[in-house]
T-cell receptor, first 114, second 112 residues
Framework: KAGVTQTPRYLIKTRGQQVTLSCSPI?????VSWYQQTPGQGLQFLFE???????NKGNFPGRFSGRQFSNSRSEMNVSTLELGDSALYLC?????????????FGPGTRLTVL | GENVEQHPSTLSVQEGDSAVIKCTYS??????FPWYKQELGKRPQLIID?????GEKKDQRIAVTLNKTAKHFSLHITETQPEDSAVYFC???????????FGTGTRLTIIP
């Protein structure tokens, strides 16, 4: 079974631009979570989607948004990029919920904001 | 919301010795506690998890203990090997449809 995939793997943007990241979960998984990983901050939860609905949300500004499609693929968007948005963005999928099922991570998208 | 604290942030251990990483959580309703290992340049991977109805779980050289009264849980790695060098993250969740809250990670270095 194919694992979680993310595209693109690397991105370089400038301040003020916007970016869209994509995540394809493991086949059959309906829950997709997004995390921001920076040195020293660990894995900061952005949001979680289940059946095309945002079920949980972390403490990030409204510039961070996401959506999930009927095939469970998910995208996250960051508008008006800031230097501090430079990070590794990880998505993870699970059967129904990360609170009960094993969560599998993708390889991440490394975003650099100049 | 849930808050998870993890200590130490870095840990160096002689090969063959044991390593212990500790986490505390704030919400007594939390009932699921996974541990993830992230090797350099790789994605985090689940290595062991425990649910609140048990106090200890073992898998070969890895064990996790849970103290619900004190709201803390620990990862124990025995007979450490060079391939154990990685960043380890603990996490907690209240289960159901709740999210996972992660600790800030422990960088474990095994000294040959």
């Amino acid at each position: 079974k194919a694992g979680v995939t993310q595209t693109p793997r690397y991105l370089i943007k400038t301040r003020g631009q916007q970016v869209t990241l994509s995540c394809s979960p493991i086949s059959g998984h309906r829950s997709v979570s997004w995390y921001q990983q920076t040195p020293g901050q660990g894995l900061q939860f952005l949001f979680e989607y289940f059946s095309e609905t945002q079920r949980n949300k972390g403490n990030f500004p409204g510039r961070f948004s996401g959506r999930q499609f009927s095939n469970s693929r998910s995208e996250m968007n960051v508008s008006t990029l800031e230097l501090g948005d430079s990070a590794l963005y990880l998505c993870a999928s699970s059967w129904t919920s990360p609170g009960t099922d094993t969560q599998y991570f993708g390889p991440g998208t490394r975003l650099t904001v100049l | 919301g849930e808050n998870v604290e993890q200590h130490p942030s870095t840990l160096s251990v002689q090969e063959g010795d044991s390593a212990v990483i500790k986490c505390t959580y704030s919400d007594s309703a939390s009932n699921y506690f996974p541990w993830y290992k992230q090797e350099l340049g790789k994605r985090p991977q689940l290595i062991i998890d425990i649910r609140s109805n048990v106090g200890e779980k073992k898998d070969q050289r890895i064990a996790v203990t849970l103290n619900k009264t004190a709201k803390h849980f620990s990862l124990h790695i025995t007979e450490t090997q060079p391939e154990d060098s990685a960043v380890y993250f603990c996490a907690a969740s209240m289960g159901g449809n709740e999210k996972l809250t992660f600790g800030t990670g422990t960088r474990l270095t095994i000294i040959p």
